[in-house]
């Protein structure tokens, strides 16, 4: 999911950052090992929280080393400025951004620096270096951790009607029926936010996987489409459904994210098709959140086949014009550590586990990310398309709330969605489009 999703805030504040006398040119330190790194972050509540707890463990740890934070908006808006700053080399020395197609926008091979084979990347899982790569070279670390796409479920509710977690869609359906019939919303829906409408289509990515194992590939060279592939077509048709069969609450049109968190913790509905990161912002406001609130991947047609789409973690890259190489690895190093993931648990409820080996999930993890653990424990988990394929096109909220309203059928919205990936890819400049 493209960073609609994050919370878009004021203007880029931008802290002015002293030139340090000391300080070398080049990657050659100071003469006392000292430096002031900058660091360019979106200004989302779990970002700067987590990036806090990184920067002042590193900066306990490595006290010759000082790091001044930048926030920018998020969106579109913050996008524009990330490009921005890296077209014209006025980009801080690290940076937090994107990981997957979003990634393969800003040009990575002329703006970061490679990290292909260096240790700053001994302790970052295998799995998760293909997001942060192009062209077989890798550019970034992991920020944070992975994120679960699929269905936020009230644990409550299931115990009360004695209902099991579903590994099949048809399963799934069943416990709306019985979930409706007790006069509880069985799947809920918050359309004002455009963006959670997607969850049904992108979050059902395992699935398309293991049906169609080089979708992804033939997608991305023009071959594959929503419209023609059942096992992607699939996605706008639960969307068409859930609604044929009035499992969505009342003012499901108006109704935000936030409501909808809301509704599912207090029990007032059973399911929600969302990310496990919007869980932790509510866990202040609504404790049980963290422990009533479950998840599972959204179910296909085969039991045995049941797993998970995750979205993976931001990256930190560093970028080329970056005077301080030395001390910058040595902060990446640091982020792609146990002691950072550490750092990170005291200050932020993980969404997911994380892409470090060797760090572990707090035992007070909320529910959903031990759930999400073990998917991943288990090897059945799936990146989102967007993380294997630089085509996502813009439309796609827009689209998924009209089949998800019964305005458009499912094949009509993914027939919509294959013209609107089509723009995009030939944007990109993509070969077969």
């Not at 970061?112 to 700053?120: E, H, I």
């Not at 997608?219 to 077509?233: E, H, S």
């Not at 936030?258 to 869980?279: F, N, R």
Request: charged share 20%; with cysteine; net charge negative.
């Amino acid at each position: 999911m493209k960073t609609s999703h994050r919370i878009m805030g004021a203007a880029l504040a931008v802290l002015a950052t002293a030139a340090l006398t000391s300080c070398g040119s080049g990657s050659e330190p100071a003469a006392d090992g000292s430096a002031t790194l900058t660091f360019l972050i979106d200004n989302s509540q779990g970002t700067t929280a987590t990036a806090k707890a990184l920067t002042d463990a590193f900066m306990q740890a490595n006290p010759k080393i000082k790091i001044e934070t930048e926030t920018r908006p998020g969106g579109s808006e913050g996008d524009n400025i990330v490009k921005t700053r890296l077209s014209t080399g006025d980009m801080t020395d690290v940076f937090w951004y994107n990981s997957g197609s979003l990634l393969q926008a800003i040009n990575p091979a002329q703006t970061m620096v490679d990290l292909t084979g260096d240790p700053v990347l001994q302790n970052v899982q295998k799995d998760y270096l293909p997001v942060v790569s192009q062209g077989g070279k890798v550019y970034g670390v992991p920020a944070g951790t992975l994120t679960g796409g699929g269905i936020l479920y009230n644990r409550k509710v299931y115990d009360k009607l004695g209902l099991k977690v579903p590994a099949t869609w048809a399963e799934f359906m069943a416990n709306n029926d019985k979930i409706k019939a007790a006069g509880i919303t069985a799947v809920i829906s918050t359309f004002k936010d455009t963006w959670t409408s997607q969850l049904f289509v992108l979050g059902d990515y395992y699935n398309v996987q293991a049906a169609v194992p080089n979708f992804a590939q033939e997608y991305t060279a023009g071959k594959a489409k929503f419209a023609t592939t059942p096992a992607a077509l699939a996605g706008f048709e639960h969307l068409a459904e859930v609604f044929t069969k009035k499992y969505m609450n009342d003012g499901y049109g108006s109704a935000t994210n936030d409501q909808g968190v809301k509704m599912l913790a207090e029990g007032k509905g059973a399911h929600y098709a969302m990310l496990s990161g919007a869980l932790p912002p509510v866990i202040e406001t609504l404790p049980q959140a963290g422990t009533d609130v479950g998840f599972f991947g959204i179910p296909g047609t085969d039991a045995t086949k049941h797993g998970a789409t995750v979205w993976e973690p931001s990256g930190i890259y560093i970028a080329k014009t970056s005077e301080k190489l030395d001390a910058a690895k040595k902060f990446l190093a640091f982020v792609a550590s146990p002691a950072a993931a550490d750092a990170i648990n005291k200050a932020v409820p993980p969404t997911g586990p994380y892409r470090i080996t060797g760090a572990k999930l707090p035992d007070n993890a909320i529910q959903a990310a031990k759930d999400l653990q073990t998917y991943v424990d288990e090897g059945r988990t799936a990146p989102a398309l967007e993380f294997v394929s630089p085509v996502k096109g813009p439309s796609l909220e827009q689209i998924t709330v009209a089949v998800g309203s019964g305005l458009t059928p499912p094949a009509e919205g993914g027939a919509q969605y294959d013209k609107d990936v089509e723009k995009q890819a030939k944007q990109l400049g993509l070969d077969g489009w």
